[in-house]
């Protein structure tokens, strides 16, 4: 049972960089995938999430930039990161929550965590 963070890379302020999310071992399409990122010297923080029924959550900070969507045949979630700026910088985790199980946008509701991916925006 494992999720697989890719797409990571080093990007200029304003371009884009698209993550995957890949599931293996998990009932992924009754699970919920969230991301998460943790910047140095900062707190773990919600990103984006999408639930069972494809219905999607944002951060304040990653609406309107970021879509997550889900691929149910691949077992994959991904994660499309728009206008990047260099507040964007952390490693990005994904995560499953199985269903109802406390609110998506907090970490403690997920139970399996995949290795984080590092995003890099320089300005």
């Known amino acids: 049972v494992q999720l697989q963070a890719s797409g990571g890379g080093l990007v200029q302020a304003g371009d884009s960089l698209s993550l995957s999310c890949v599931a293996s071992?998990?009932?992924?399409?009754?699970?919920?995938i969230g991301w998460f990122r943790q910047a140095p010297g900062k707190e773990r923080e919600f990103v984006a999430a999408?639930?069972?029924?494809?219905?999607?959550y944002y951060s304040d900070s990653t609406k309107g930039r970021f879509t997550i969507s889900r691929d149910n045949v691949k077992d994959t979630v991904h994660l499309q990161m728009n206008s990047l700026n260099a507040e964007d910088t952390a490693v990005y985790s994904c995560a499953a929550r199985r269903p109802y199980r406390g609110s998506v946008y907090v970490a403690n509701n997920y139970y399996l965590w995949g290795q984080g991916t590092l995003v890099t925006v320089s300005s």
């Open positions: 999408i639930i069972s029924s494809g219905g999607t």
């Open positions: 071992g998990l009932p992924f399409v009754k699970s919920s």
